[in-house]
Structure formats: C-alpha cells, structure tokens
C-alpha cells in the first residue's frame, strides 16, 4: 500500500514500503528547474529513501537526463556505447539487439560497479517503452543485512569480495551518507572470482569459491523480497532514481522476453561516478589486489 509521506512545494511524496523505495509526484522532470534547492531536497530524498520513482514522465531527452545527472555529481560512463543511444552519457539498455544493449542486469543480484574501488553512488533509469514481465527487483541492503542470524552477520561481516579486477571489497561496511550497514556484491560469475575470509587477525586466511556465496546472496535476496524488497514492473515514461551503494537490484528473465510477443524494452541509464572508498566501521576500507 501507498502511502503519502509529506508534501513539499516542488513535490509530493509517496512510500511505497515503509523506509525503503518512494513515488514522486507532482513534477515534470523535461521542465522542472533545477535549482540547487531542488537537487539538494532530491539528494536528502535519495539518501533517506534509496529508490525515487517518478511516473508518466513521457520521454525525457537524452540531454536532460544527463543534465539531471551531472546536477547529482559526476557522471561516469563506463559502458559499451550502443548506436542508438541519444547521448554518449546515455547506456541504451533493450531486449532487441539492433534497440540497445541486450542482458543487462540479469546475471545475478548486484551493486552496479564493483569492478571500480569507489562503485557508482546512483544510477537515473528512463524508460522510453516496456515489455510485459520486464520486473526488475530491489532489496535494502541495510534491512537484507539486519534480518539475518547473528551467525550470519558475523560471517558476512568476515568476507571480502575478490572482483578479479583490481578491487578487493567487503561485503559488510557502512553507507557512507546514510551511515547504516550496507553491502557490497555481484553475483554474476564473471564479476567475482572468490571471497576472502577473515582469520582472528582480521588478516585474510583463506579464499572461499565464488559461487558459494554468490548462491548465499541469491537465496538471501530471493527471500527477503516479498517481505523488504520491491518487484517494480516498469510503465512507459518511468524515470527512476537508484542509490546503487544502498540496494541491490536484479533485472528479471522477463527483461529479455521476446519483443515480438512481449513488447519493445528500451532503457536509458546513467551512472553517477562513487566519491568514497567503501569502508568498514573499524576504518578497513576496499583495497587494490
């Protein structure tokens, strides 16, 4: 159930779970004015609910999208640039090759950029048309780490995910706006080659397969949906606003569904480069391997 939160002058918002996700509305983002009062009660919106959706936003330009995002830091494009995307800024994402990009999102449960030390801090996703069943899932990490056994918690709070890549992050740290407990993973298989386990000098002993926490992870996030998460399905002229260090989020089957039967899927996203070093409440932040 939704519920209203409070009015403000530039918009209306609407919880859709209690503390986690929110819908904004009374605002067009192709004319509203992006005044740094504005983007300064965006961000406390952001930081407070971790995901903002706007609907029947139609379809904002490629050049507005952007203009939003560099508003909310600095925009950081490190993917493949599809033909059709409107702005060099912009990943077109779709379920039709010859549309966008194809896949995305949907090896796994995940925080988009942990190939980087600093991962994304947002990511802004538009979406110019929609295919039925095109779900994409969100959990609260905070909430996803807290419901756990105190076993559990201790054991998460001891790993450490080996991207392959450079970065070496802990799976347990603290948000860095929000200053709770957040978590950092990828449970697609290329993103992660192991995971290192603290030892009592909280130096690293040993390294456990990848998938075997990956598959924790997954079941973790599988059964926390129905109760903390949200299962959006997407409308046409939907614009969202994702804290990316605050959530982890998985792009169903159904986002790739045949566009012949199920409808064209185009998505316009943006990431929003990270400005912290996740870090531990003992000071241990990510590292370089």
Known sequence: TVSVLYCELMYRIEEIRSGFGAIVKGIQLSTVDFTDEFIKTLKSDIEKHRLLLFRKQGKVTGERQ???????????????????????DIFRVSNN???????????????DGTFQNMPFKYQTMHFHSVC?????NFVPLKELYETQSPETRDRWN????????????PL????????????????GRSFCTGWGLEGPDKSIDQVLPSQLVQNELTDACQNALTSIGIQLEWEEGDFAINDNIGNAHY???????????????????T?????VIPQ???????RLL
């Open 158 to 169: 001891k790993l450490w995910m080996i991207t392959g890549r450079g970065p070496c992050h």
């Open 132 to 136: 039925k069943g095109g779900i994409t």
């Open 280 to 286: 531990k409440h003992d000071g241990r932040r990510s």
């Open 66 to 88: 952007v203009e939003l995002s560099r508003k909310l830091g600095t925009v950081e494009s490190t993917f493949y640039k599809h033909p059709k995307s409107p702005h060099p």
């Open 251 to 269: 792009a169903t089957p159904g986002t790739q569904s045949d566009p012949l039967e199920a409808g064209l899927r185009i998505l316009h996203r």
């Open 172 to 187: 347990v740290y603290t948000h860095p706006y929000r200053g709770d407990s957040t978590m950092m993973f990828h449970c």
């Open 271 to 275: 990431t929003v480069a990270g400005e």
């Open 97 to 111: 090759e010859e549309e966008g990009c194809t896949g995305v999102g949907t090896t796994g449960w995940h925080v």
